[in-house]
Each structure stands twice: as C-alpha cells, then as structure tokens.
C-alpha cells in the first residue's frame, strides 16, 4: 500500500522528494517479493543460511535506498536494480510454486499465474510506447495491469500458509509459553 500510495502521489506532485519515495517504496516492494520467497525456500532448510541470504539482499536495499536520497538518481540504473530483483524473485517463486503444483497443492496456480501475469505487466514497463489518445501511455497502462495482482499473491500465501500448518511445518508460530 505504502509503494502505491507513494506512486499516486509522485504522479500527481513531481518533486524530489516524491520521486525518491516513489523509487525507493517501488523496489521496498519488489525486494519483500524477493525476501519473502528467500524465507519461502529456505526457512525449513537451515536458519544460518537464511539469515545470510537475507542480509545480503536488505543490506543492498538500504544502501540503494541512500543511494536514491542523495538526490542524483540515474533511472536506468534504479530500472536494472528492480529489474534484477524481480526477476530473482519470480524464478524462485515459479520454482516453488511449480513444485507445489507437482506435489497436487492446487492452490499454487496462483502464485504461477501472479508472476507470469507479472512479468507480462513489466514489459509494459520496459517496452514503452507513446500515448494513446493523449492519456494512456505504458506507464499507466502497467499501473492499471498491475492493481488486481497482490489478490493472487495474499491469497496464494494464505492457502500455503493453511497448507503449512496442517502439517504441522508452521516454525514461524510464536511460542507463548
């Protein structure tokens, strides 16, 4: 909410301050999707190297993000950073929720289809066109394929999560006692 809302205000009020936001809440997004799937694969496997794994990525995200306040932000080079950590991101995804589909978990056509259907939005990004009819251009065009997409996220992470505690596998629930 926080990238979307951080967009529509950039687009409607270009300054400095908004387009830092605007950059720095985009990749905030596209770098949970990538965390999110790093704890994904790997949290049964070895806490230790989870943990590597995620430092690297969150430390690079808060050196990029003091990279963007300095206020001299070259485009291409934020476009390459998203780029790449999207595109790590949806091969990991594809390769679970793929496997999750071979096992007979349903559910993870979701998460297939959220990042095919992803990935087709991006190149609305990447392939920019001119404005048709004066008002749609690529740009918007991405904005508006990408609103309904996070359905098909928080509902595939709902049902995986079902799935993980109905076998007894959910780590991550807190221990009160």
């Not at 049964?44 to 003091?66: D, G, N, Q």
């Not at 390769?95 to 991006?122: C, D, H, I």
């Not at 001119?130 to 049902?159: E, I």
Request: charged fraction near 15%.
């Amino acid at each position: 909410m926080n990238a979307w809302a951080w967009s529509s205000i950039f687009h409607t009020r270009d300054t400095c301050f908004t387009e830092f936001m605007d950059y720095a809440c985009a990749l905030s997004m596209v770098m949970g999707l990538f965390v999110a799937a790093i704890v994904r694969v790997f949290y049964m496997k070895s806490k230790p190297l989870t943990l590597v794994l995620l430092f690297v990525p969150l430390f690079y995200f808060a050196t990029h993000v003091r990279y963007l306040y300095s206020g001299v932000i070259n485009y291409d080079y934020n476009m390459k950073v998203n780029v790449f950590f999207g595109v790590l991101g949806s091969l990991m995804w594809l390769g679970v929720s793929w496997y999750q589909w071979t096992l007979g978990r349903r559910y993870a056509w979701r998460m297939l289809a959220f990042t095919v259907l992803s990935g087709l939005a991006l190149s609305l990004e990447l392939f920019d066109f001119p404005p048709k009819l004066d008002v749609l251009d690529a740009h918007a065009a991405w904005h508006f394929s990408t609103a309904p997409l996070p359905l098909l996220f928080y509902r595939y992470v709902m049902d995986d999560l079902r799935h993980i505690g109905s076998r007894g596998m959910d780590k991550f629930a807190l221990k009160l006692t």
